[in-house]
């Protein structure tokens, strides 16, 4: 027993994180996102916009902080009715409503005065299309009649990105990808995850999308990059910031943010990627 704990705490030291809580985190994160998508697709858009929320309160809070003051009611606000209006109108609800979203944070930022205007607006922005818009594209994969086929393989695609790249990088990790951003990642870790998501993807597509096995080692090769992307971006807010998590609310994982970064940018390219497949279908190229 005391050499599992040794090994365990090696683990924990070399990644950076608790393994043991991270596990059970994840696995009570898909079973949760696998309910509200198995009973009524709504539910899923109401846990994104949940998840939006918890995400506005943790920038808002890490921002603060920078002495970076928002107001947080009317990006909440914002939030929920970009979720909202994308269950409602689709791809067409999103950008309306970020159109609409956008002048109107900028217009409740005037009774502050000029002072710190343009930091607040930029910031503000930077909110608005990193967590609702970004998010939206989650709801957008849940909308059609096979939405939880849609969401579940973007789960296996990211789960397989952000496990493998921890595993590989663990064992294996001797050259790091971004040193200045985030040590912990290693190039290793990235071709490991390159090799089993491109694997995992070819496996969901198979046998969740019933689709072909090549669409989705294309599919496993974007979603490497661009929640790779995701994560190394959020860790520069947190280095810009001098912070080393989001929040806490997650134990293994630290806030809902450190958990949403990959998922907010692979979630938009998997859409895309599913609507050429969708549509060369339609037309009859594929």
Same mark, same amino acid.
């Given at each position: 027993?005391?050499?599992?704990?040794?090994?365990?705490?090696?683990?924990?030291?070399?990644? #950076?994180?608790?393994?043991?809580?991270?596990?059970?985190?994840?696995?009570?994160?898909?079973?949760?996102?696998?309910?509200?998508?198995?009973?009524?697709?709504?539910?899923?858009?109401?846990?994104?916009?949940?998840?939006?929320?918890? @995400?506005?309160?943790?920038?808002?809070?890490?921002?603060s902080a920078a002495s970076i003051h928002l107001p947080f009611w009317a990006l909440a606000g914002a939030g929920v009715g970009l979720s909202a209006a994308t269950w409602i109108g689709g791809v067409s609800g999103l950008a309306v409503a970020t159109a609409i979203a956008f002048p109107c944070l900028l217009v409740l930022q005037l009774p502050r005065g000029t002072?710190?205007?343009?930091?607040?607006?930029?910031?503000?922005?930077?909110?608005?299309?990193?967590?609702?818009?970004?998010? @939206?594209?989650?709801?957008?994969?849940?909308?059609?009649?096979? @939405?939880?086929?849609?969401?579940?393989?973007?789960?296996?695609?990211? #789960?397989?990105?952000?496990?493998?790249?921890?595993?590989? #990088?663990?064992?294996? @990790?001797k050259h790091p990808l971004a040193p200045k951003i985030s040590p912990k990642k290693t190039i290793e870790g990235l071709v490991g995850s390159l090799i089993f998501t491109t694997i995992g993807g070819s496996l969901a597509f198979v046998y969740i999308m019933q689709s072909d096995w090549w669409l989705g080692a294309i599919a496993g090769l974007v979603t490497v990059f661009t929640a790779t992307a995701g994560d190394l971006i959020e860790s520069a807010l947190k280095r810009d910031m001098a912070i080393k998590d989001m929040g806490s609310l997650l134990p293994g994982h630290g806030g809902i943010m450190d958990r949403l970064d990959s998922v907010l940018f692979a979630a938009p390219a998997l859409w895309l990627a599913l609507e050429i497949v969708r549509r060369a279908q339609d037309s009859g190229l594929l």
């Open positions: 027993m005391s050499d599992l704990h040794s090994i365990n705490e090696a683990i924990n030291k070399r990644a #950076g994180r608790k393994l043991l809580p991270s596990i059970a985190v994840s696995i009570l994160l898909v079973l949760l996102v696998w309910a509200s998508l198995a009973t009524y697709r709504i539910f899923f858009a109401a846990l994104v916009a949940i998840a939006v929320l918890l @995400g506005i309160r943790e920038l808002n809070r890490a921002l002072e710190n205007f343009v930091k607040t607006a930029s910031a503000s922005a930077l909110v608005l299309m990193y967590l609702p818009f970004l998010a @939206g594209f989650l709801i957008l994969l849940a909308r059609p009649y096979n @939405g939880l086929e849609r969401v579940m393989t973007l789960v296996v695609l990211v #789960g397989c990105n952000d496990t493998f790249a921890y595993l590989t #990088g663990v064992l294996f @990790g």
